[in-house]
């Protein structure tokens, strides 16, 4: 079966051991997803598969055949998606190398905090209906690095998407 | 060039199947298995997918829960049955590695998973027993701020690095194992080996057998349980030291406990000494005190790491004192 990515059917590799990273990279030539430590430490390859963030360094590419991909090429949709808006407001990015993998993350965080995932921090456990309070949203996103140290914009894109007025 | 045959499993018995002779491992989510062979530690020569294997989440006839091996670890966090009655459980897996981790790692894999000893990595540069037995030990010397108080041996000093197994642990959860000769169960806590002299043997599983799934029992003490870890940064790092603990009161007294600790040993560490000792005894900052000092009775500090000693103590002290001002019973 073919992986989707960003909504295009495409031949999975035929080497087993091509990440699902490389694969959007290299031959797909989709280089927005970034190999920043290639070992699962850093959220920078952070991807969507089926909505749901994961580290696309540690994916294998061919345990992914009929899955749909999402990177942050595919985040748009005509217009930048309002978290892409966001981090251009609230100046969340420096060098921009951790961005796509923030962005990303963060989508799939709203996802699993709509679904009442808890984390951490969360004091009850029980409840389903979980505030994205400031420290909810810094360990959700804790496996995201920024050595540029952009965490505030970071913080305050997120807070505005999924967490302000008009989210 | 390594090579990598790659195929997947319809079902357990199609798994073992193709998982027999020659050098296959099982892969999950690949969040450590990769990051092994990438690093030239794990060196299989075909991979058996069995993602799609059961992960299902469901109660069982005696009131417990039997998780699918291939659960992931964020599914069996959020599961409501899980929040309620296992809550260690859920804080243990919400406390370890990032979300995006969790949304990959299988439950068999976390089972699985091997230690991030740097020695054990250091494939050119470090002598380890464990990818090379009889090569010696590089941790023991070296830098072993992160490794074992309990357990070890002058063979292997490192630590097991799940939080889940700990919770595990103490919550007497049960393996469910099946290979070409059948299908057996073995304890959590029986399911680890510790180093002695074979360090490279970390489970008591046979080659090619598979784990199918993990079942909790029923358990009343179970809900009144919690999960806290130690360590040097407040989110996605290892643990220093961890805790896992349940408590049940009468009036002011323990009437039942369970205990177990994590970053402290080569296996999920259950405290049954610490245990043994809360059992009927006043639930008071003393009594827990020398629980902890029974559990640690023979805690062997190296040069990098005696400040686990301590901090364990502490850790579990202020543990139990939390579970009682919860106010269980």
């Given at each position: 079966m073919p992986i989707i990515v960003n909504g295009r059917e495409v031949a999975m590799p035929a080497d087993a051991r091509v990440s699902l990273l490389d694969f959007v990279r290299e031959h797909l030539e989709l280089y927005g997803t970034k190999k920043g430590c290639n070992q699962g430490a850093c959220g920078a390859c952070t991807v969507l598969v089926d909505g749901e963030r994961i580290l696309s360094c540690l994916a294998l590419a061919v345990q992914y055949d009929g899955r749909e991909v999402t990177t942050v090429e595919g985040l748009a949709n005509g217009a930048l998606h309002p978290l892409q808006e966001a981090f251009i407001v609230h100046d969340?990015?420096?060098?921009?190398?951790c961005t796509p993998g923030q962005i990303c993350s963060a989508v799939g965080m709203a996802g699993e905090l709509a679904r009442g995932v808890p984390s951490h921090v969360t004091d009850d456990l029980t409840a389903t209906d979980i505030a994205l309070t400031h420290d909810e949203l810094r360990e959700r996103m804790s496996g995201n690095l920024c050595r540029c140290g952009a965490h505030n914009g970071i913080v305050d894109a997120i807070t505005e998407v999924y967490a302000g007025p008009g989210a | 060039m390594i090579e990598l045959a790659y195929t997947r499993a319809t079902d357990a018995a199609d798994a073992i199947r193709r998982g027999e002779g020659g050098n296959a491992k099982y892969l999950g989510g690949g969040t450590n298995l990769v990051d092994l062979m990438r690093e030239i530690v794990e060196v299989p020569s075909a991979l058996v997918d069995v993602t799609g294997l059961s992960a299902e989440i469901e109660q069982t006839d005696s009131g417990g829960l039997l998780i699918g091996a291939a659960a992931r670890n964020t599914a069996v966090a959020e599961h409501p049955v899980v929040r309620a009655r296992y809550p260690m459980l859920t804080r243990a897996i919400v406390a370890g590695a990032s979300a995006q981790i969790r949304n990959m790692a299988t439950i068999g894999g976390n089972l699985l998973q091997r230690t991030r000893c740097t020695y054990f990595y250091d494939t050119d540069g470090s002598r380890c027993n464990k990818r090379s037995p009889g090569e010696g030990c590089d941790a023991i010397e070296g830098f072993n701020r992160i490794h074992a108080i309990l357990g070890a041996s002058p063979a292997c000093v490192a630590t097991h690095p799940s939080d889940m197994c700990v919770a595990l642990a103490a919550l007497d959860a049960i393996v469910h194992l099946r290979s070409a000769s059948g299908e057996r169960t073995v304890a959590l806590c029986d399911l680890h080996r510790l180093p002695e002299n074979r360090p490279d043997v970390e489970t008591v599983l046979e080659p090619g057998e598979l784990i199918t799934a993990v079942e909790l029992p029923s358990?009343?003490?179970?809900?009144?349980s919690t999960y806290r870890k130690v360590r040097d940064r407040s989110s996605y790092a290892f643990a220093l030291v961890s805790v896992a603990a349940a408590l049940e009161l009468d009036g002011d007294a323990v009437a039942d406990a369970r205990v177990a600790l994590g970053g402290v040993a080569p296996k999920p560490w259950r405290a049954w000494r610490a245990e043994d000792t809360l059992r009927?005894?006043?639930?008071?900052e003393a009594t827990f005190l020398e629980a902890a000092d029974e559990e640690l009775a023979d805690a062997r500090p190296l040069a990098g790491n005696a400040f686990k000693v301590d901090l364990t103590r502490r850790t579990l002290v202020a543990v139990l004192q939390q579970l009682t001002e919860g106010g269980r019973r």
């Open positions: 969340g990015f420096q060098c921009g190398y | 358990s009343e003490i179970a809900a009144y009927g005894r006043p639930a008071t």
